[in-house]
Every structure is written in C-alpha cells, then in structure tokens.
C-alpha cells in the first residue's frame, strides 16, 4: 500500500491514524459486534459517540455554553440557504463577497430578502480581502456575512469585520479548526467537514442560542430549522451517523496533536516553508495579496498554462496529487490541511525547485 500525497481543496487528506483505526474498528465497534454503519442512532453506543464528539468539539474550540453544536446534513452550500431562512426576520443581511462561496451565499440570500453586497474583492479574482475599516453596515440587517476562508481563491480574514453590533455569520468550511477561534464574536459558525475535519456528508453549524428560534420565514421546511435540531441533539432524523463518528476520531487526534494553538503553530510552519518559496522562486508565484495568504489554501502559478499543465501531471507522477488549481483561477493549489504533514509541504518545494531547475532557461 503506497498513500501518496493528496493536496485536495476537498474531499481532502485524513490523518492516517483516524483511517487505521476506523479500519481496525470496521467489522465490530469495540466489541459490540457490528460496524458503526450498521447501528442504529437511538443505540446507547451511539449515543456515546456523538455526545463525546460533540464534548471534544466544545473543548478543542472552547465554546461558550450558550452555543449550539449541530450536527447536519445537505454540505455547507444548504446553509447558504437554512441561513436566511432562519436568521433573516427583517429580510435584510449584509454580505462581504471574497469569493465564489460567499457569491453563491449572497445569491442565495437574495431569494429571500435584500441582500446587500458591503464589500467584495471580485474587480481582482477575489485575490484579496477586501478593506473592512468603514463597512457600510445596515441598520436594519439580520446578520453579516463572510466566508472566512476562501477555498478556491487562498485568502484568509486575518481580522473580523466590526459588524456594529449585528450577528457575524462565518462560512470555516476550509479553516475549521486550523487555529483556535473567540466562538463568542459569531453568531453562527459553519462548516462542511470534508475540507478539514471528516468525510463529505455532515455539515457542523455552532450557533448562538438567542438565534434558535420558532421564528423562520414562512415556508421553512421543518428539517431546515436550526431549532428542530437543536431540540433532538441532531437526531431529530437519523444523522450522518458514520461521518460523525469519523469527525469524533478527528477531533480526539487533534487533542493529542496538542489542540488548535498547536494546530496554528504546525500549520503556519507548513505553509511558511510554501510561500517563503514562491516568494523566492524564478518560475513560479503567488497570486494572493502577501497579507491576505490562507494557511490552508496555497494557488500559485507559472504565468504558463502549457507549464502548469507540466508540473501538474509530474507532480502527479511524483507521488503528489491534486494540485491542479480550481479553474476560475488555473495554475495550481496546494490545499495544506491539518491533516497534511510537514513532510508533504517539504517535497513538495523540493519537487518544484527541481522542477524550476529543469524549466528555467
Ligand atoms: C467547499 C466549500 C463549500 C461548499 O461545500 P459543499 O459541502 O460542497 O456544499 C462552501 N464554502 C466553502 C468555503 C467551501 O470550501
């Protein structure tokens, strides 16, 4: 068996202990005689590891008690809809667009009510973030929105925009759990795991309690109400049983790893070893703003499609997969993970200035 080095935006790489000991515990759960996939929600074993997933989560991120921790399903895109649905009482919300997931969100919103662009970066392929000092805030909006960390593109709010007062609502799809986070400056938090945590199939919506309410827009469907789940514990229908499981073993080697300030420590020194290189490199480049860089997120391209189309599928043949860019950008992505390991990061750059040796007149 040969794992190579997978570089994906999402479905992304997994710690190889997580694999191996779900591996180990496929054919009988502990002793109990049958997969996890094969037991029922309401079981008592169940019940244990989803409520030990939940408890491990509120620890890594260190949420407040009048948090929310819901377990979900339709991927992150359906709360680009659940969100209005059950936030926007005064059918207004501010929207920062950073990308193609905070477009998507916006569009979404505005079949709900007004939806106000306050700031994008879309005039320079979203390469940027854009200036948050004097947000045009509305006085009557639900919430404000971002997308926190933006996929395709690889920039990064390095700081919260002052939302005067009004909810912050953060998409963490592709930074979730990559550093800690002050929970108490969100009002809802959201992520689809399959960038960063587990498997595609669960999306996990950590929500301020005072915003769960009975209050929806008309029309709502029952399983689109954030109270409908918070009031079951997530098992108001049967979950993503099998994902959350593998999200609870994420969450338990993230402990060990020593948690998210550990976390955020490993993860800058990955991608420092990346962009210290881009910075130097002859051939290859950036192409976010320097203080605008994603630590989990990395594009960079050659200036050459024919190039870039090279170095992938060498790369490829190398042992290191997935790095072609998404294609509203082109060139290439490393998508740098909690779960990617230094090593990953080191050959890598040792492959690209080999690569930049061969290719260079
Ligand atoms: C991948 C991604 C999404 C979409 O996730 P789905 O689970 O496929 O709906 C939304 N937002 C961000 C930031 C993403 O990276």
Redesign the pocket.
Known sequence: MARVYNFS??PAVLPEEVLREAAEEMLDYQGCGMSVMEMSHRSQTYDRIIKEAEADLRELMDIPANYKVLFLQ???????AMIPMNLMKNRVADYIVT?Q??K??YQEAALYGRANKIASSEDKTFSYIPDLTDLKISPDADYVYI??????YGTKFKTLPDTKGKPLVA????CFLSEPVDVSRYGLIY??V??NIGP?GV?IVIIREDLVTEDVLPGTPTMLRYKIHADNGSLYNTPPAYGIYICGKVFKWLKKQGGLAAMKAYNEKKAAILYDYLDESRLFRGTVRREDRSLMNVPFVTGDEALDAKFVKEAKEAGLENLKGHRSVGGMRASIYNAMPLEGVEKLVAFMKEFEARNMA
Do not use: L, M, R
């Open positions: 935006a999402g339709g991927g992150a895109s359906q709360q680009f990308g997931w905070a998507k969100a997308c926190e960390n933006n996929t395709i998409d963490v799809s592709s992520g689809g399959q960038k595609a999306v």
